[in-house]
């Protein structure tokens, strides 16, 4: 006890020895240089205590160039184990997203579905996001009633307790498990009957009556609480997928997929340079691309608000806030774009889609979740344009008139 008190006490107090470092680096020298003189703040603060004793064991400066090698193999090591779990990835180092195991057959599977149906979010996920719009602009917040998980430490989503998920104005926040009171999502998912051992990803629709997994791929989501629902739907009229422009969406959904929506996942899970390279080239190429063409079209489809556009939507939101910093997206930021900033902001003037965006929460989930990006969890300031009040400036986007367009990527 005692020779532990003293050490402390020796570690608190020593001060900066004069003499050389005991260890001195055999191997390669990098350059050094010194470390600025801080005062730590808290003098018991492990980050003092460890400053303390580095400075008494190598000086005033970086560590010595073999420490440096051992522990850059040691984390690179580290790095790839993590984001073999975090983003599986193809021998050439691209992210490649796992499919969704649970998918509605189109109207058949739909008509399967019983009437009691309930959507599992999370704020974060741009994929989760579709839904909360759509679901919003259809009017079937009362059909389908949501609960909305957080990241939890382990990256899991998990429930708050109904008194930690406080009100913020309008915006939706997160909630507990109103259906099936777990605490966890993966507790859900393994209510289904038969169990489940596989990803517990949201969004993910739960049918009540039959207690099971009715789908957990964003896509059939949405284009089943478009047109699969209308009888309960508050908003029955309004179609974001009219048959006549189907096939465009479905262009368009070909091109932004991959490129922008997977794309962003593809800069930041990358695990070598070349699967970065190709993912940013591919990115900012379809940006670019989408850019030039909304300035002659309001829309991505002409002059009516597509699926097309939600899917568009939920990463552009994200841009500038996350994956421009965290996933590397670099090249440029959305708001250097004029058109796709506006039509950001035409979007997010909607009425209703303001509320699904919880811009904290959607930078605590990936800036203190995707740890091997950002091990310090420090989450970046928002940047001023992409702020509510911002985003609310006029768009004047119902000014460009759409005249024949053709998909050019
Ligand atoms: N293809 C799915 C992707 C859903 C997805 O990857 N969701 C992420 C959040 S952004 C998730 O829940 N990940 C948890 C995990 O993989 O365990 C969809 O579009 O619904």
Known sequence: MSSIVSSQFFFMHSTIPSSKPRFKSQ?????????????????NSPASLLTTLTNLVWGPS???????????????????LMMSQLAPSTSSGSYSRPASRFRLDGPEGAALLSSSLYLYVGLPCPWAHRTLIVRALKGLEDAVPVSVAAPGSDGSWEFMTPKRGVADG????????????QRNLRDVYRLRRGGYSGRCTV????????????CNESYDIITLFNSGMNSVAKNPGLDLCPPELKPRIEEWNRVIYPNINNGVYR???????????????????????IDDHLSRSRYLCGDKLTLADVCLFTTLIRFDIVYNVLFKCTKKKLVEYPNLHAYTRDIYQIPMVAATCNFPAIMDGYYKTLFPLNPSNIRPVIPSASEHEALSEPHHREHVVSGNLVIAA
């Open 27 to 43: 191997a390669t020298k990098l350059p050094r240089m010194s470390l600025p003189q801080r005062k730590p703040d808290d003098p």
């Open 62 to 80: 970086l560590p010595p160039g073999v420490l440096v090698s051992a522990v850059r193999s040691a984390w690179s090591s580290a790095w790839l």
């Open 170 to 181: 309008e915006v939706i926040v997160p909630t507990d498990d109103k259906c099936n009171g």
């Open 267 to 289: 800069c930041g899970f990358a695990q070598s340079q070349e699967a970065y390279d190709l993912a940013v080239n591919g990115l900012f190429t379809t940006l670019d691309m």
């Open 203 to 214: 969004p993910m629709l739960w049918d009540a009556e039959r207690k099971d997994v009715a």
